[in-house]
């Protein structure tokens, strides 16, 4: 199993710890955030409640006021019934006749008095008045400043209208209501400055829990309303316990007894806290990710240069003696741990062909030694003996194959280590002559050589072994239509050696594995060491600008083609 990087394992640990620092922060303000709208929202209802009892306190005593100067002696209470009693012509003349006779006396005509209201305070919207036993009532608005006479009262419904009783100073006996409408505005206003419009409901109900106003804004979700109506219907007062529940809740008295009740939905600022909540985890998310991001491009470097030299090590512990570190990208101690190592490798490699050439020289002079025990004219003699003897006995073919041996084993016993490209190549046709002689008429071969490559010097048995491979290898028995050819040329300023078969091939995969291992100059693997051999030998000889490459052949057979 392969094993992790300290560093990747430092860095999950740091990251674990991010995100739990990160998480727990996030956790924390959106309990803070929690708790903060549940304490803005108890203010906003405290603070709506109290303002709105002041703004309903001093519209009260404006309505006091209104209710003096219109019936607060009993000649104004007199004028205040002829404007019922009378027709609009007659209380007209009658209001001139008293301005007539009272001419020191202050003049007294109901209609300004309602216009001088409206100018006094432009919070008034309409006022309307109603005496008892009297089937029409008096009602004006700003529109109308003067009034009319109706037969019904307005619908004051949801309209911030505040009812006043009309007192008879002489028989200190109600003589009738005035009822003053005023402007919303300013109650807006106030419910905007303290709490959200769409979530702070505002009631008012009369000192006899009459349903004066309730806020626009609640008219999408009359919960709260049902509620109230229900408590009061039941006991004629607020349950106020009860709806704590479900509203941050609060209630504010004028002198008067109107009550004021602001509430906010628990579940609406529930809800707006769980969006506010989602922000900061989603924000939190986020930044763990930016966070970790930074870390893995920060630290993954230093890990990738600390995988390479892993890796390196790794490939050079199966073997890949000339596998070295990259050090262009390494940085700091980094390099200097890869220069070190590469530095050790080149000498490891160093010893190791110093005993390798120490190697091949103890087998050469054993192989002298064992070469000295033979004479090698004993052997030419005895074979040209046996060459002549079938000549005489007329077994023509029987004396070439002798003469071919011998020439062969006289090549073999020589003490050359290089020899002509034109020597080695009649050197591998005499060896192709054997094979044919031994099967007769199943194999053909073919030799070609450029007369400008015949003194061309190459290294002993460089090209006899690949022909050797494939009559180990590559060449069939049973057919009669086995091809070898050897083709030595000049081609684009390069010497090119073909050897082409027709033989049984080889996979894709093996030629691509046996390609990388030439170009690498691998000598050990498995049952191609014969071909990787000549293919160091000769990288050895003719250096950089060598070449050897495994292709497939038209005959579906291999083409290895050796370039310099």
Aim: glycine letters at 4%; hydrophobic letters at 35%; charged letters at 20%.
């Amino acid at each position: 199993m392969k094993k992790k990087n300290l560093i990747y394992s430092l860095l999950k640990i740091y990251s674990l710890v991010l995100i739990v620092v990160i998480t727990s922060f996030a956790i924390i303000m959106s309990y803070v955030s929690l708790e903060r709208n549940r304490n803005e929202a108890d203010q906003s209802t405290q603070q709506t409640a109290g303002r709105l009892a002041t703004v309903l306190s001093d519209n009260e005593k404006k309505i006091s006021q209104m209710a003096v100067s219109l019936a607060d002696n009993q000649e104004k209470v007199t004028n205040l019934v002829n404007y019922f009693n009378l027709s609009y012509s007659n209380y007209l003349s009658y209001s001139l006749s008293q301005q007539n006779v009272n001419k020191d006396a202050n003049y007294i005509y109901l209609p300004n008095q309602l216009m001088n209201f409206y100018y006094s305070d432009d919070k008034i919207e309409a006022i309307t008045i109603e005496l008892k036993d009297y089937q029409e009532i008096l009602y004006s608005n700003i529109n109308k400043k003067m009034g009319e006479k109706r037969r019904e009262l307005p619908d004051f419904s949801n309209r911030l209208t505040l009812p006043k009783v009309l007192t008879n100073p002489n028989t200190s006996q109600q003589m009738g209501t005035l009822y003053v409408t005023f402007s919303e505005e300013e109650l807006a206003r106030i419910i905007d400055n303290y709490g959200t419009k769409d979530e702070l409901q505002v009631f008012i109900f009369s000192d006899t829990m009459k349903n004066l106003y309730h806020s626009q804004a609640y008219q999408g979700n009359n919960n709260l309303q049902k509620q109230l109506d229900k408590s009061i219907a039941k006991s004629s007062t607020i349950n106020f316990t009860e709806l704590k529940k479900d509203y941050f809740i609060n209630e504010s008295k004028t002198s008067s007894g109107i009550q004021i009740v602001t509430a906010i939905s628990k579940e609406r600022v529930r809800n707006n806290s769980i969006n506010g909540i989602i922000f900061i985890l989603i924000g939190s998310v986020l930044i763990n990710l930016f966070l970790l991001y930074f870390l893995y491009r920060t630290f993954s470097k230093y890990a990738q240069q600390v995988a390479d030299i892993v890796g390196s090590v790794n490939q050079v512990s199966s073997g890949k003696m000339d596998w070295r570190i990259d050090t262009t990208h390494k940085e700091a101690e980094l390099k200097d741990i890869s220069m070190g190592i590469n530095h050790m490798l080149d000498g490891v490699n160093q010893y190791i062909e110093d005993i390798y050439k120490l190697e091949i020289k103890q087998q050469d002079a054993h192989m002298r030694a064992l070469q000295s025990q033979i004479n090698p004219h004993f052997l030419y003699n005895t074979l040209e003996y046996i060459r002549m003897y079938a000549v005489s006995e007329g077994a023509e073919e029987l004396a070439d194959v002798v003469y071919t041996f011998a020439t062969l084993l006289r090549n073999n016993t020589s003490q050359e280590k290089t020899t002509s490209l034109k020597k080695e190549l009649e050197f591998c046709e005499k060896y192709v002559y054997l094979y044919q002689m031994r099967y007769p008429g199943n194999i053909a071969y073919s030799f070609y050589l450029d007369k400008s490559l015949e003194n061309l010097v190459i290294p002993k048995f460089s090209i006899q072994p690949l022909i050797e491979n494939y009559f180990v290898h590559g060449i069939d028995y049973m057919r009669i239509n086995n091809v070898i050819s050897v083709k030595a040329q000049v081609a684009n300023g390069k010497t090119m050696i073909l050897i082409r078969d027709n033989g049984k091939g080889m996979s894709a995969e093996k030629q691509e594995e046996l390609n990388q291992s030439l170009a690498k100059r691998n000598s050990k693997m498995g049952d191609s060491i014969g071909i990787l051999n000549v293919n160091e030998r000769l990288s050895s000889f003719f250096g950089e600008n060598y070449q050897m490459q495994i292709e497939k052949s038209e005959h579906n057979g291999v083409m290895i083609v050796i370039s310099f």
